[in-house]
């Protein structure tokens, strides 16, 4: 896992010096692949911890459930009111990757 991990740390780090080498012929042929790059990431990113968020809140929800039944009234609302700001988390990092992709 370590050598994997040194393996990513410097794919990406050759990639950013690959950029800043090649930065005069990116100036002449528009911004190059970095926003793109950007992009990708931030939406991605912000689904994963999307994701991993509505997780664990159902998770735990279903779990205060069932060990509490008569609490399902009283955990309905802030559980939906939780599901819907994490969904937002998402919605931000789509916006920001449609931002980054307009300045391609």
Known sequence: MVRFSKLLVFTF???????????QEAAEHGAGWGPALGA????????????????????????????????AGA???????GMALIESIALVGFVTAFLLIGEI
């Open 13 to 23: 780090a050759a990639l950013l010096v690959a950029d800043v080498a090649f930065a």
């Open 40 to 71: 990708g990431l931030a939406f991605g990113l912000a689904a994963l911890g999307c994701g991993l968020g509505q997780g664990l809140t159902a998770s735990n929800t279903t779990a205060g459930i069932a060990r509490n039944p008569g609490a």
């Open 75 to 81: 955990m309905n609302t802030p559980f939906i009111l």
